[in-house]
């Protein structure tokens, strides 16, 4: 019930960040924590996923490295199943993972969400979103680029 709650409550959180009408899970069925109904969820397992055409892209992709199924994975198959989802299939990505997986996720750009040193549990929760996954630096704008009125004041 509490795994419930977590997860009910974590996606209303990040449907207040951006709406999110479709959604497509990795590692476990999560249709039975959809109350309001108005998330489209899609289920797949990691061959299905891996053999999947790009067909659409979707608001929030959901992958559990820590369920039974998910328990004898290769590192590689998880790495292509990563890559694909953050490149073509999602625009935001969380992922359950064990400890075992840090490595793994911070190489393909992923944030950790929770501390892991904040609990005992062998769990860490983890996001990819391409719209926070690069800060932009200030002088990356084009007040910086060309200043024609310092031309013949400085040596550039």
């Not at 207040?16 to 959809?34: D, K, V, W």
């Not at 067909?55 to 992958?63: A, E, H, N, Q």
């Not at 391409?130 to 040596?155: C, G, M, Q």
Request: glycine share 2%.
């Amino acid at each position: 019930m509490a795994e419930q709650n977590v997860i009910t409550s974590m996606l209303d959180d990040l449907s207040q960040e951006q709406p999110i009408s479709t959604a497509l899970c990795i590692g476990q069925n999560l249709t039975q924590y959809n109350n309001n109904q108005s998330i489209l969820w899609e289920y797949f397992n990691v061959s299905e996923f891996l053999n999947l055409p790009f067909s659409k892209r979707y608001d929030l992709g959901f992958v559990l490295f820590d369920t039974q199924e998910m328990a004898d994975i290769p590192n590689q198959q998880k790495s292509q199943l990563l890559v694909k989802l953050r490149d073509l299939m999602a625009k935001r990505i969380v992922v359950v993972s064990r400890l075992q997986d840090e490595q793994l996720l911070r190489a393909l750009g992923f944030t950790q969400l929770i501390d892991k040193t904040a609990h005992e549990s062998d769990f860490a929760l983890w996001q990819f979103n391409i719209l926070t996954y690069k800060h932009v630096p200030d002088w990356f704008n084009s007040k910086f680029w060309a200043n024609p009125e310092n031309w013949n004041k400085f040596r550039w």
